[in-house]
Structures are given as structure tokens and as C-alpha cells.
């Protein structure tokens, strides 16, 4: 007989698998259709300055799902598009992590995310609107006694959360460039933003108003993502998407192309 409820407790493992994954390519089929996007199999083709940013060492990596990728025209120019949900690894190990910069703030243990490849060459910036990810809430007592790992940790007295450790530190203090009192900016080169603001880039962030979003600029790299919170369901992925693309054509206007014979300017106008 218990070789039968073996058998039995293996067929249910194996049918509850097949139905979880046929949930998730439904849900990454329907957030494709919703933002204009096709599903992929995972981030293989992103630069690897996507581990350089602030959003990859707050979550320590993870696992992402819900991917979908296109290329979206934007004016004369084309931007590679990527969408997708990610679960960190530090939620997976049951911590999380602040940016230890003044204020701080976290991110959530799922993450929706849209990563825009134009043609730029930015330093690392990282631009938080105000939301509930500067206020440092800990997981409630609900999202801590239903998992595992965070109950283990909690067990053995160990931290619940840490503060991340960039390769290559941002200065703390919030660069004085002219943004709304919504925005704050985090870099090494106060000018270069300073000159992408005035020349359009802020009058686009003046008009998200989405609370909590993240804008990080990284080499060729534009990163949008609500720090606290993921997005659910296609309609609102796909909103998140139009909210990255509203950003990517304020930084087209405001900043020149790269081609291969170096820096061709461009002219500048507002959005």
C-alpha cells in the first residue's frame, strides 16, 4: 500500500508542475500580447551591465519570469525592449536588502521590471521617485510565517536585512541637479545629468506619475522598475512598459547618438 501513495504523491508532485507552468506561460503569453512584446526563454541576451546596477545587487540576482521582448520604433530610432517579473534571491534566502543611500530604500521580493537598450553611453545613475520603498517597511508577519526560509532565519536570530554592497559605490548624498522635490538622483557626474535634465529628460520625469518608480541609466542601459511592488496582470505590465518607453524618448531627445565612428550630434529638442 505505501508504495502505492508513493506513486500516487509523485504523479500529483508531477501533475502540479505541468498546471504551475502552464499558468506561467499563459500569464507571459498574455503580458506579451498586452505590451506589444513576444516571450522569450530568459535574459541571456541583455548586457552584462545589468549586473552592474543597483536593482541586481538589491535582489542579488534571482529568477525571472514573465519575460517578453521586442524592438519598439521611437521615432527615427529603434529601442530593444525587454519585460519581465523578477524574484530575487535574497527573497528565495528569506532577507532583503536597502541602497545605502541618503534616504534608503529596498525593493520588493518580486520585482517587475523593463530594460531599454538605446543608443547612449551613460555613467551609472540611479533616479527614485518617492514611494513606499524609501519608508524600509519589514515583511509583515503573514509574508514571514508562510516562508520558509524567512521562518528559519527568524529561528536561528539571523539579520533580516542588509545593505547592498555596490562593486562600485554610488555617493550617497542626492545630487543637486534641478529635479522635482518627487525626485531624487544618485552618481559621480552631477553635470552630464544636470545637462540631460534641462534638455528634456526632466520635463519627462515631471510627467510619471507613477510613486515609487526606479530610473537607473547604465552604459547603453535604461532600468524601470517600482521598487516596493511588482505589477499584476497584463494590462498593468503593459503600462509599466509605456511608462519606460515615456522615459527612453525624454533621454532620445536630450542626449546624442552613438554610432560607430564615435559621437554624431543630434539636435535637441523637448518631448
Known amino acids: 500500500m505505501s508504495v502505492w501513495y508513493l506513486y500516487g504523491g509523485l504523479a500529483a508532485g508531477v501533475a502540479y508542475l505541468v498546471a504551475r507552468g502552464a499558468v506561467r506561460r499563459r500569464s507571459q503569453e498574455a503580458a506579451g500580447d498586452a505590451s506589444g512584446l513576444v516571450p522569450v526563454r530568459d535574459l541571456t541576451h541583455l548586457p552584462q551591465a545589468l549586473q552592474r546596477s543597483a536593482l541586481w545587487t538589491l535582489a542579488d540576482g534571482g529568477f525571472e519570469r514573465r519575460v517578453v521582448h521586442g524592438v519598439m520604433p521611437r521615432g527615427a530610432e529603434d529601442v530593444d525592449v525587454t519585460a519581465f517579473d523578477l524574484a530575487t534571491l535574497r527573497d528565495h534566502r528569506g532577507e532583503w536588502a536597502w541602497l545605502p543611500v541618503e534616504p534608503p530604500f529596498r525593493i520588493g521580493g518580486m520585482v517587475s521590471v523593463v530594460v531599454c537598450e538605446i543608443d547612449r553611453a551613460f555613467p551609472h545613475y540611479v533616479l527614485k521617485r518617492a514611494g513606499r520603498g524609501d519608508e524600509l517597511v519589514d515583511d509583515d508577519l503573514l509574508e514571514r510565517g508562510t516562508h520558509i526560509a524567512k521562518v528559519a532565519r527568524d529561528g536561528l536570530g539571523l539579520k533580516r536585512s542588509y545593505a547592498a554592497e555596490l562593486r562600485h559605490p554610488l555617493p550617497p548624498q542626492p545630487l543637486a541637479v534641478g ?93
Open 179 to 271: 529635479l522635482s522635490t518627487a525626485w531624487r538622483a544618485y552618481g559621480k557626474d552631477p553635470a552630464r545629468l544636470a545637462e540631460l535634465l534641462s534638455a528634456g529628460l526632466g520635463k519627462t520625469l515631471d510627467q510619471v506619475g507613477r510613486r515609487d518608480l526606479v530610473v537607473e541609466l547604465i552604459d547603453g542601459l535604461v532600468i524601470i522598475y517600482p521598487a516596493a511592488r511588482d505589477v499584476v496582470g497584463p494590462d498593468a505590465f503593459a503600462d509599466l512598459t509605456e511608462t519606460a518607453l515615456g522615459v527612453v524618448d525624454g533621454l532620445l531627445a536630450s542626449s546624442p547618438r552613438i554610432s560607430p565612428r564615435g559621437i554624431e550630434p543630434t539636435r535637441v529638442t523637448n518631448p
